[in-house]
C-alpha cells in the first residue's frame, strides 16, 4: 500500500479519514475526520462527551502528546449537594464479568471537543469545520449498526436502558438497537456543527456546558461549571523506552499506560529477539504488580517517568493514520461505557469515567479536583532510526488490556517481523490477577508448565482490546494496515 492510510474499529471511521488524506489533508486532519465520523459509526465507545489522547510523530513535527483525558471533578464545588450513589452495571464478554459504575455521580470533565480544536490549530491542515460537516450529516442520517457494534450494544444493555434519555436514543424501541438496524443520532448532529461553527467554547463556557452541568447536579452529579471552564488540552513530551535499536513513543504520565507499557518493553529488551511467550506474560506480570498506590499517587509528580524507569529498570476506541508525506497520527478515545446521562438538547452522553474502577484503584472520587485520571490509554509509535522515520504507529482500545495488547502487537511486527494486520490478528495473552486470559491458538501447555494459571476463551473477544496498527515496511517503501476484527476494525488508503 502506498499513500497514505488509516486503521479504525470500523469501515466508516476509517473511510471518513481516507477521504480527507485523497483531498489534501494530512495525518491529522484525517485522523479528526475519523474521530468524529466514530461518533457516530462506534456510538457505544465515544461520542462529544468522551475524552482521550492523540500522538503526533514524523517530518516536520515535534513528537508530542496532546493530552485530553477525563480530569477528576469537583472545581469549586463548595456549595454541591450531596453525590448520588454510584450504579454498579455487570458486563458479561461471555468468558469474562467486569462490572462498570454509572450514573451521574460517575462523570468527570470530558475532552473531546478541547482535544480536537487545539490538534487541528497546531497540526490541521483543513479548516475545522470542513472536517465537522460530513460527520453532522453522518449523524442525522445514521450509520447500520455492524454485528461488532451490535455486540457492544447488547453487552451494554444495561447502562442503555438505565435511563429515559438514554434509552430514547440507544433503544428506541424499548430495547438496545441490533445488528442491521440504523442509528441515528441528530441532536449530536447539531453539537458537531456547533464544534465546527464555534470550536470548543460553547461546551466549556456556553450554554451546551451550562446545559450539562445543569442536569447532572440535579441528579447528584459532581461535574461543576468551574471543571469544564478551566479545562484546556494539554501537550505533553511523549515517553521514550529503547527496544532493539528502536525508540518507542507512547503516553506519558499522568497517564498510567504508557508507562506501564515503556516499563515492560525495557524489561523484555534486555533479553535476545524474539522473546518468548511465557517472557512476554512475565513482562506483563512486572507491569501489573508496578501498579502500586504508590505508583498511582506519585503519576502527577513532575519527574516521575524517569524516576519510575530508573528504580524498576536499572469502551475505547482508536484511530492510526500516516500520510503520504509520512506524518503519523495515533489518536484513543473513551466514553468509558457511558454513564447512561444523555444531556436532552445537547447530543452529549456524558462519560462515565469516575465509575470505571481500573482508573481508580484506590477509590471512587478520592483524585482532587482537576487531575487527569491515569488511564491505561496509550497511543504508541515506534520510530526506526530517528525522530523523522515511523515504522509504527498503533493503539488499542480494552481498559487494563491495553497495554498487553500493544505489547503483543509490536513484539509481533519488531521480533517477527509480521505486517501490520497478520500482528493485530495473531491470538493474544492477557494477564491480571494471578490469571493469565488467552484466545484460541495460544499455547496454553507452555504456560502452565512455566506454573502460570490459565484462563482459556473460546474465541478471540473484544476483552483483549481492539488494535489499529499501521507498519511501514523495512525497506521505507510502502505501509501495511490492520484493523483489528475483534472490534470490527477496518483499513482505507488512498492509493
Do not use: K
Not at 501498579?291 to 513532575?302: C, I, K, N, S
Request: glycine content about 14%; charged content about 20%.
Amino acid at each position: 500500500m502506498t499513500g497514505g492510510v488509516v486503521a479504525a474499529g470500523h469501515p466508516v471511521t476509517a473511510e471518513a479519514g481516507a477521504q480527507v488524506l485523497r483531498a489534501g489533508g494530512n495525518a491529522v486532519d484525517a485522523a479528526i475526520a475519523a474521530m468524529l465520523a466514530s461518533w457516530t459509526a462506534e456510538p457505544r465507545l465515544t461520542r462529544p462527551g468522551a475524552g482521550g489522547y492523540l500522538l503526533v510523530a514524523g517530518p516536520g513535527v515535534e513528537p508530542t502528546l496532546l493530552d485530553f483525558f477525563v480530569a477528576a471533578p469537583g472545581i469549586g464545588a463548595g456549595a454541591h449537594p450531596s453525590r448520588a450513589e454510584l450504579i454498579p452495571v455487570s458486563v458479561s464478554f461471555g468468558d469474562a464479568v467486569q462490572i462498570f459504575h454509572v450514573g451521574a455521580a460517575s462523570c468527570g470533565p470530558y475532552g473531546n471537543p478541547a482535544g480536537i480544536v487545539e490538534a487541528s490549530r497546531r497540526w490541521g491542515r483543513v479548516p475545522l469545520d470542513q472536517l465537522t460537516a460530513p460527520a453532522a450529516r453522518l449523524a442525522r442520517e445514521g450509520v447500520v449498526l455492524n454485528a461488532p457494534q451490535a455486540y457492544v450494544f447488547e453487552i451494554l444493555a444495561g447502562i442503555l436502558l438505565s435511563t429515559p434519555e438514554a434509552r430514547a436514543v440507544f433503544a428506541p424501541g424499548g430495547r438496545p438497537l441490533r445488528e442491521g438496524e440504523r442509528f441515528r443520532f441528530a441532536e449530536m448532529g447539531d453539537a458537531i456543527d456547533r464544534l465546527g461553527s464555534d470550536g470548543a467554547e460553547p461546551f466549556y463556557r456556553g450554554d451546551l456546558a451550562s446545559a450539562v452541568v445543569d442536569w447532572l447536579r440535579e441528579r447528584g452529579g459532581v461535574l461543576t461549571a468551574g471543571d469544564l471552564r478551566e479545562y484546556a488540552a494539554v501537550p505533553r513530551e511523549p515517553a521514550r523506552v529503547a527496544y532493539r535499536g528502536r525508540t518507542i513513543l507512547t503516553n506519558p504520565p499522568p497517564s498510567a499506560g504508557g508507562t506501564l507499557l515503556a516499563y515492560a518493553f525495557g524489561l523484555l529488551d534486555r533479553a535476545p529477539s524474539p522473546p518468548s511467550l511465557t517472557a512476554i506474560v512475565d513482562a506483563m506480570d512486572h507491569a501489573q504488580s508496578a501498579r502500586t498506590d504508590a505508583f498511582v499517587a506519585g503519576l502527577d509528580e513532575p519527574g516521575f517517568l524517569d524516576r519510575f524507569l530508573a528504580a524498576n529498570l536499572g469502551s475505547t476506541t482508536h484511530i492510526s493514520a500516516v500520510d503520504g508525506e509520512g506524518l503519523a497520527c495515533a489518536v484513543t478515545c473513551t466514553n468509558g461505557e457511558g454513564s447512561g446521562v444523555v444531556v436532552p438538547g445537547t447530543g452529549i452522553h456524558v462519560n462515565n469515567i469516575m465509575g470505571e474502577e481500573d482508573l481508580s484503584p484506590l477509590g471512587f472520587h478520592t483524585a482532587p479536583a482537576g487531575r487527569r485520571m491515569p488511564s491505561m490509554m496509550a497511543p504508541t509509535v515506534v520510530l526506526r532510526d530517528g525522530p523523522q522515520d515511523v515504522e509504527l504507529v498503533l493503539g488499542s482500545a480494552g481498559s487494563n488490556r491495553i497495554r498487553s495488547a500493544l505489547l503483543q502487537t509490536i513484539v509481533a511486527c519488531v521480533d517477527h517481523g509480521m505486517d501490520a494486520q497478520a500482528a493485530v490478528d495473531a491470538p493474544r495473552a492477557h494477564f491480571e490477577s494471578g490469571v493469565v486470559y488467552t484466545e484460541p491458538g495460544v499455547p496454553n501447555d507452555e504456560l502452565e508448565r512455566a506454573g502460570r494459571t490459565v484462563a482459556p476463551f473460546r474465541a478471540l473477544n473484544l476483552f483483549f482490546g481492539g488494535v489499529q496498527a499501521i507498519r511501514r515496511a523495512p525497506d521505507g517503501e510502502g505501509l501495511s494496515a490492520g484493523g483489528d476484527p475483534r472490534r470490527g476494525g477496518a483499513v482505507a488508503g488512498t492509493g
